[in-house]
């Protein structure tokens, strides 16, 4: 953060869906061409993956980069080209995240991913304490509030490992009413963007609401272990001004071309 208060990732996100979707829509006739379908985006993402690499913010460079493809394969480039690119990229991303990431860090949190008990006191405690989080929710939950978990045990609840709280308190059917109401919005999207009056429009719908459901979908895999902890929000729950404020400000931009006012 900046002065504790600014998180740049989050602006980096907008930026990048209003940037691509611009340039898509400028050059939707050539997007099957590599110099206009795959250079322009692969440079801004490997400058922005840099920039969060070396912070390192590992997650929020997983997520700008899984949402800046998905774009470029909304707006037409050729898969040939993305596979082409992507082995590329791919590989210079790893040789720099092994450049700029210890390499011990790295391999330590896939240990802790593996197996969080090998050192239950130490890097895998928030892991473990958010499984005893969910596990102790059951079908129904312990009520509203009646989380145990956040009191001592799971460290920084409000943040990253909320879900795990929503599962302590909600059980098994919160937690899919919560996952239900992301899959609700991504769907809803996915509906306005196909009646959007302009592709602009569009692509702007589809960007910010992908940017939501993978962001979520990234946030549950860290809290159940699926994948390593890589430190990603819960979009509309955890804590964070920058994340809420441009979040609101997005699903604004969603609901303007809703209604066909932008």
Known sequence: PIGGNLQPSEVAKFAVVLLFSHLIDVNYQRMHKFEYGILPF?????????????????????????????????????????????????????????????????????????????DPRGEGFQTIQSLYAIGSGGLLG??????????????????????????????????????????LLLCRGITIAAHAPDRFGALLVVGFVVQVALQAVLNVAVVTNTIPNTGISLPFFSSGGTSLMML????GVVLGVSRGEM
Not at 163 to 175: K, N, P, R, Y
Not at 248 to 251: D, I, N, Q, T, V
Request: hydrophobic share 55%.
């Open 142 to 183: 312990s009520g509203i509030g009646n989380s145990r978990q956040k009191y001592l045990y799971l460290p920084e609840p409000q943040n990253d490992f909320i879900f795990s709280i929503v599962c302590e308190e909600l059980g098994f059917v919160g937690a899919c009413a919560v996952v239900g109401l992301f899959v």
């Open 42 to 118: 692969g440079a801004i993402l490997g400058v922005l993956a840099v920039l969060l690499i070396a912070e390192p913010h590992l997650s929020g460079t997983i997520l700008i980069v899984g949402l800046g493809v998905i774009m470029m394969i909304v707006g037409g480039i050729r898969l040939s080209h993305l596979f082409l690119a992507g082995g590329a990229g791919g590989t210079a991303l790893i040789l720099l995240v092994l450049v700029l990431v210890k390499w011990d860090r790295m391999m330590g949190r896939i240990e802790h991913w593996l197996n969080p008990f090998l």
């Open 248 to 251: 609101l400000g997005e699903m």
